[in-house]
């Protein structure tokens, strides 16, 4: 008999259940890294404001194109996250100019968004894949729930349906708003300036989308995927009804 030891049981948990840590861990990189590399460039080590905001955003380009070859599979929002920044890091670096190189996120933003909302005309809202996990947390009759909800079997498949592309649909409308509201900062501020605006413009967008996303759509769905998990149990035949 193999015995789980204490390590694997706390490595399965951390799977289970990630830390706070493990769930701002991207938003430590992509924003808190750039930014302190920015100023560190530019303070400590003298560099001019284009070439400290150049290298300061070789770490969230890495560590894209490090997840697209690690997971060996294609995001499609990594995959436009990705072809974004370096087009708008070479035409950066051709034009020399420090405002286009702030407001390149905003194109990053404007790109994703696109592709959020065109996803959900087609019929495949891309949030989707990110938004299951949350919602399913790893129980087996909340996943079977699901699938019956995602493929039209369920009593409640429509609302489910409906609630799943309004998700997208805000998270796409809110990156699209920041995506302007960040262009028109970077040719309005100061560059020093927007290099930290630029930060809080990104987690203000992101907590409204949040917010709104939440009570539009996620607390829904939570209610559709409990209620149609509970019907899947009570309907599912007991072992009695089985060797029956």
């Given at each position: ?15 289970q259940n990630?830390?706070v840590?493990?769930?701002f861990?991207?938003l430590?990189?992509d924003?808190?890294?750039p ?5 560190l ?8 404001t284009?070439?400290a905001l150049?290298w300061?955003?070789v770490v969230?380009?890495?560590?894209t194109a ?5 997971e060996?599979r ?11 920044n370096v ?7 051709v034009?020399?100019d420090?405002?286009l190189m702030?407001a ?5 933003s404007?790109t ?5 909302l ?9 949030m989707?894949a990110?938004m299951?996990p949350f919602?399913?947390k790893?129980?087996?009759a909340?996943?079977a729930?699901?699938e ?8 409640g498949?429509a609302?489910?349906r409906?609630k799943e592309k309004?998700?997208?649909v805000?998270?796409?409308l809110?990156?699209?708003a920041?995506c302007?509201a960040?262009?028109?900062a970077?040719y309005?501020?100061?560059?020093d300036t927007m290099?930290w605006l630029?930060?809080v413009?990104?987690?203000?967008t ?6 709104v996303?939440g009570g539009?759509a996620?607390?829904p769905?939570?209610?559709m ?7 899947g149990?009570a309907?599912?035949p007991?072992?009695?009804a089985?060797?029956a």
């Amino acid at each position: 008999m193999t015995k789980k030891t204490g390590n694997q049981g706390r490595s399965t948990d951390q799977q289970q259940n990630p830390s706070v840590l493990d769930n701002f861990k991207p938003l430590i990189v992509d924003v808190a890294v750039p930014l302190g590399s920015y100023y560190l460039f530019k303070d400590a080590f003298g560099a001019s404001t284009f070439a400290a905001l150049a290298w300061s955003s070789v770490v969230p380009a890495a560590r894209t194109a490090w997840g697209l070859v690690k997971e060996r599979r294609t995001n499609a929002l990594a995959s436009l996250t990705l072809v974004v920044n370096v087009v708008s890091l070479l035409l950066s670096f051709v034009s020399g100019d420090p405002r286009l190189m702030l407001a390149k996120d905003g194109a990053v933003s404007s790109t994703v968004a696109i592709g959020i909302l065109v996803s959900v005309a087609l019929g495949k809202p891309m949030m989707t894949a990110g938004m299951k996990p949350f919602l399913v947390k790893g129980d087996a009759a909340k996943g079977a729930a699901w699938e019956r909800l995602m493929s039209g079997s369920a009593a409640g498949s429509a609302a489910f349906r409906r609630k799943e592309k309004q998700f997208s649909v805000v998270w796409g409308l809110a990156l699209f708003a920041e995506c302007v509201a960040r262009v028109v900062a970077a040719y309005t501020v100061p560059v020093d300036t927007m290099v930290w605006l630029g930060t809080v413009i990104l987690i203000g967008t992101m907590v409204v989308a949040f917010v709104v996303s939440g009570g539009l759509a996620v607390e829904p769905m939570e209610r559709m995927l409990a209620a149609e998990a509970e019907a899947g149990t009570a309907g599912a035949p007991g072992p009695m009804a089985v060797a029956a």
